[in-house]
């Protein structure tokens, strides 16, 4: 949301392509993962890479065109990447970071590692290739990667009912013999069992898992978004299935708790915009920095 | 030194890499049991299993993407993309995510993936299974790109490319595959990727190509040398990046330059090289520099309309003679 006001008022030039309203599904997952565990996403990639560890004031960096963001400022809010945190990279692409997350499910299995990867994308993503060619190679191979779809009802400006002839995205699942479920993604609690249980066999070689997570985002596909494609008392409806008030009503003696938390992330949040700020642009100098991996 | 075929040697040069570095996998369709269609892997599966060397499904993207993901996560894959016009199915992959790995993550992530691939081949497959398609990844930021000609570069070339940091494409010439080289087996011989060879020394003309051309590029230099004309003939092996100064240095001595290549000229690797030459070497240009290539089509798939779609030795040998004959500015 910081962001959102900072490109608003012009301050900020980075396009944007903001998850708020879609919170729960990056918490539940993540929340199931081990650092080394990793996850590639989409062009809506903020809450996901927060949610997997990813430090804000890089990520702020990253929006800023500072020397000092992940990217180091040249690649904007869609390629956040960072090894440490275990985030493969968001992606413009739609569905690209699929095979990408399939290929780290692979390198864990070829090393006999236990980790897992996971694969986050869109139901507009459903509609790409690479989404089935990925299920039938991770079905066939039986490789540990969960396939999170989060359901949103539009891709882009359109909705799921003109682009996809199965808008249930977990019977995908079936034709490939993997397991799916789909949940009220709204619900960080049914969220997080949801992933551990489909994780947690995944560690055990049981192998690939699809999830449905339905939700909503409150705000355009991008910031300028004239958002003509659907009706304020369907966001409004939405607003009010709102993750994070949910949770807090699951929890009343917890708000005081809640509370404080929320004012340490608006207090992080502001710090992290400031320093964010505070690092140098990124230079002419590194326009040609990267191209080729360096040697090892 | 061993006398070895050109598929041969990129065989040893994959079992020589997976021997020497388990993080070394094969992927691709019939790599495995059936050990390539064309012999590249074979063996392979057997030595090292079939965690190792997976057959995949016929799906491009995806195992490019996989390639990519996996060697993000410290594996070494070799993808294999059995012709190189199906290469377009993975061009996101290898052009918008492989390609822009490290740069988009400020270098704190790499690629060091490989992609090998059949290419302008003279099978008679058609218009869909011939094309020699290097120039669009050669356009791309990112990715190198080698094409080996002899079975001493098809070993050395593929092992350097399986070295690299970063994503590489090695195109193997099907016409090129059961030739005959000598291979140095005793070397752990692994090339210069940006390195260009000359083939053959001369002082009359550069003639410059690359993959399959070669061979009647050097065919055609012998017709030139039965009239007197002596070629230097130069190899970039190296498509992306080009060895722009050993063609440079070369053209100090001859003054005529004359590119031949078996892909279409617009937008070309050949244009490149003549467009370079051009602006940094015209005071040694004694004429206009020519590009041999074939007629702005698709590949025909009869062998007879084939051999004159492709340059052949006599038309390479027509045009440097007509080239030479040309005046030049200072008559």
Redesign the interface.
Known sequence: MAAERLQASGIMESSLHLSIGQEAVATGVCDVLRRSD?I?TTHRGHGHCIAKGGELAPMMGELFAKSG????G??GSM?I???ASGI??A???VG?G??????????????GQDDV?VAFFGEGAVAE??FH??L??AA??KLPILFVCENNGYAEMTPASIHLASTDVAAFGTPYGIPAASVDGNDVLVVRAAAERAVSQARDGAGPALLQAMTYRWRGHYQGDPETYRSREEVEEWRERDPLARLRAAFPEAADHFDALDQAAAQAVTAAVEKARSWPDAEAAALT???????? | MKSLKYWQSINLALLEEMRRDERV?VLGEDVGLPGGPFGATRGLQKEFGP??V?D??I?E???????????????R?VVEIMFMDFITLAM??LV??AAK????????????MVVRTLAGTHLKSGPQHSQALEAWIAAV??L?VVWPSTPADARSLLKAAIR???PVVVIESASLYTSRGEVNVDSDDVAVIGQAAVRRSGGAVTLVSWGGAMARTLAAAEILAGQGIEAEVIDVRSVSPLDHQAIGSSIRRTGHLVVVQDANGPCSVGSEIIATAASRYFADLAAGPSLLCPPFAPVPSTPGLQTSYFPSPDAIAAQVASQLSRPTENQ
């Not at chain 1, 699929?98 to 090393?111: D, K, M």
């Not at chain 2, 490019?64 to 594996?75: C, R």
């Open positions: 990793l590639a963001g992940y990217c180091g040249k690649s390629h990447a960072d090894p493969l990279g992606n413009a692409i690209a699929i095979p990408i997350a399939l290929g780290a499910a692979l390198a864990f299995q070829q090393r990867a290739g690479v060619e990925s039938n190679i066939l191979w920095e990267h191209v080729y991996a360096a040697s090892a | 996998i965690g190792r997976r995949t499904p799906s993207a995806a195992i490019v993407g996989l390639a990519l993901g996996s060697s993000m996560s410290g594996l894959p996101d992959q918008n995510q790995t490290a740069y988009m993550s400020n270098g704190s992530y790499a690629a060091p930021p990112g190198k690299d940091p970063g």
